[in-house]
């Protein structure tokens, strides 16, 4: 079956313009994960969500990230007012249930580049 | 709380040539531990993972690894290097909430 998608797969903004990125999970998959991967800080969590819970959100950088997921299924990050250490690659992952053996499924991801 | 150690930001090793790249945790509980492959340009793909059943977990592409728990060790290894193997390897411990806890990544060079 598909597995997870990501769009844009690249994105160049401006210093100060807000960005979208969007999240297509695996179906059926009810744990949603964003993850950045930078040079210096490597592979680090930003949000997650499970179901209909509130989502665990202690891995965003500052109050200018967000995300959410609507109907359970697609999930949009945004990022305002963006900012040169901003640029990264931005992962998503889904993963069935929450349990504790199952992996997560990683998308391609978006590379943003901030000038 | 959780951590994982990648010794070895490149290894080097021949085609032909055993492969063995290396990872160290930190958990106060039982962990399960992911070993997560990624090409460039793409997203990662799970090589493997450990989930307390079998020491030795095999996983695709020829690869396994060896939990240690008195080494607090997750090495990963391959008898004989391909050249389709280059590329960066990254070790990780799952949290209590679920989360992935990622070493700093491997990139490994496969020389003809």
């Known amino acids: 079956g598909a597995g997870v998608s990501q769009s844009p797969s690249n994105k160049v903004t401006e210093k100060g313009k807000d960005v979208e990125l969007r999240c297509d999970p695996i179906?059926?998959?009810?744990?949603l994960y964003w993850y950045r991967q930078s040079l210096g800080q490597g592979l680090e969590f930003l949000i997650y969500?499970?179901?209909?819970?509130?989502?665990?959100k202690s891995g965003l950088p500052s109050d200018r990230f967000s995300a959410e997921r609507t109907g359970g299924s697609v999930s949009t990050l945004t990022i305002q007012r963006t900012q040169q250490e901003d640029s990264a690659v931005y992962l998503c992952?889904?993963?069935?249930?929450?349990?504790?053996?199952?992996?997560?499924?990683f998308g391609p991801g978006t590379r943003l580049t901030v000038t | 709380a959780q951590s994982v150690t990648q010794l070895g930001s490149h290894v080097s090793v021949s085609e032909g040539a055993l492969v063995l790249l290396r990872c160290n945790y930190s958990?106060?509980?039982?962990?399960?531990l992911f070993w997560y492959v990624q090409y460039p340009n793409q997203g990662l793909q799970l090589l493997l993972k450990?989930?307390?059943?079998?020491?030795l977990v095999k996983g695709i592409n020829g690869f396994e690894a060896e939990f240690k728990k008195s080494e607090t060790s997750f090495h990963l290894t391959k008898p004989s290097a391909h050249m389709s193997d280059a590329a960066e390897y990254f070790c990780?411990?799952?949290?209590?909430?679920?989360?992935?806890?990622f070493g700093s990544g491997t990139r490994l060079l496969v020389r003809p």
């Open positions: 990780a411990v799952q949290d209590s909430s679920y989360k992935l806890i």
């Open positions: 969500f499970q179901g209909n819970s509130a989502p665990d």
């Open positions: 958990s106060s509980v039982p962990p399960y």
């Open positions: 992952a889904s993963r069935r249930e929450v349990v504790a053996t199952y992996e997560q499924y």
């Open positions: 179906s059926g998959h009810t744990a």
């Open positions: 450990y989930t307390s059943a079998a020491t």
